[in-house]
């Protein structure tokens, strides 16, 4: 009988594997773009803050780890990729993000003008260029231009590093959207998940 038991909860189990597997680490994903958002967003010659990475030894520490997430993996997927580290410092990740941060330091003055503003689906976009000149209507397409074509390869490079899946861009897109938002200054202009926008 107690077999029969064993026999019918082994496949349970790893059905439940295979479903963290599955699993979207939106949490994990949050942190990673809160992270980048900030770094973009520094002032030159300032470093972002950063939390201290905990050092675990090479056998104790990964074995104790590696038991730790078997047995989450099958209580809760969700406390598990809570854990996981969002691959963001590929070559092709930090370029995008060096760019951007030497951009930044143009779109400011547009942003606290309200020319520009973050939109819902993680992309720049222009607002009201009435109080600009021409030579600054002409930069602006510019630099809204170049800023959203590195935030869609952005978004691709980091669906790629941590193969998400491509089924996965607008959930990955929607969490920048969180973070540029929630990280724009008082006076910017955001758009809400309504459509509605309205200034911080």
């Avoid at 009988?1 to 064993?6: D, H, I, V």
């Avoid at 300032?46 to 104790?64: H, L, M, R």
Wanted: proline share 4%; charged share 30%.
């Amino acid at each position: 009988m107690k077999g029969k038991r064993l026999g019918l909860l082994l496949p349970l189990l790893v059905a439940a594997c295979v479903t963290v597997n599955i699993y979207f680490p939106a949490s994990a994903v949050q942190k990673a773009a809160d992270e980048i958002v900030d770094e973009i967003r520094v002032e030159r010659g300032k470093k972002p803050e950063t939390k201290p990475e905990i050092k675990k030894d090479e056998k104790t520490g990964q074995q104790s780890m590696q038991i730790h997430q078997t047995i989450a993996t099958l209580l809760s997927p969700s406390e598990v990729y809570a854990e996981i580290n969002v691959e963001i410092s590929t070559p092709a990740i930090r370029a995008l993000k060096e760019a951007m941060r030497g951009r930044f330091t143009y779109l400011q003055s547009f942003y606290s003008r309200g020319a520009i503003g973050e939109n819902r689906d993680g992309y720049l976009e222009i607002r009201d260029t009435a109080m600009l000149n021409l030579k600054e209507k002409s930069d602006i397409m510019n630099l809204v231009n170049q800023e959203n074509r590195d935030r869609q390869s952005l978004y691709n490079e980091i669906v790629k590093a941590n193969r998400f899946g491509p089924e996965t861009m607008p959930q990955v897109q929607r969490i920048f959207a969180n973070s540029w938002r929630g990280k724009s200054q008082p006076g910017w202009w955001i758009q809400e998940d309504s459509g509605q926008w309205r200034q911080k």
